[in-house]
Structures are given as C-alpha cells and as structure tokens.
C-alpha cells in the first residue's frame, strides 16, 4: 500500500510541475506584461517549480532539521554572493 501511496503523490506533484511548466510558456501570451515584470513572474513559477522538486524528489520534506538548516545557510550564502557580484557589475 505504502507504493501506491508514494506513487499517488509522485503522479500529483509531476502533474503540478507539468502544470507550472505549461503556464510558463503560455504566461508571455495571456498575460502581457513589461519585460522585467514577465521575468518576475516567470522566476517566482521557477521558484514553486524548484520547492516541489527539493521538498518530494530530493526528498528533503522528510529530512531532519540540520539537513534543512545546511540547505538554507547555502541558499542564504549564494543570495549574497549573488547580490554582491550584482551591485559590482551594476556599479561597473
């Protein structure tokens, strides 16, 4: 029982990431924004697409909590790295 379980929600969060996928194509064309706007929105599909993946199929939902510390201090870690080569290459 426990396979159809775990098989159930694989089939659900694939149908989700389906879904996200979809409505990342078809976004630009229903709802016409400006281009910073569109790549926001576009980053915040990716962002739910990327928590489904690390939570089901990396199996982190069901990780202790130091696991899930290390992968926010990393997250953490790269935003800044990110945000400073940003500001340097803004400034630049």
Request: zero cysteines; glycine letters at 6%; hydrophobic letters at 55%.
């Amino acid at each position: 029982m426990k396979n159809t379980v775990a098989t159930t929600v694989y089939t659900k969060v694939l149908g989700m990431l389906l879904l996200l996928t979809l409505l990342t194509f078809v976004q630009p064309s229903l709802l016409p924004l400006t281009p910073g706007k569109t790549a926001l929105v576009q980053i915040l599909i990716s962002a739910m697409k990327i928590g489904l993946i690390v939570a089901y199929y990396m199996h982190l939902r069901s990780e202790v909590t130091y696991v899930k510390g290390y992968m926010v201090l990393t997250f953490v870690l790269l935003s800044i790295f990110f945000l400073l080569v940003g500001i340097d290459v803004f400034y630049s």
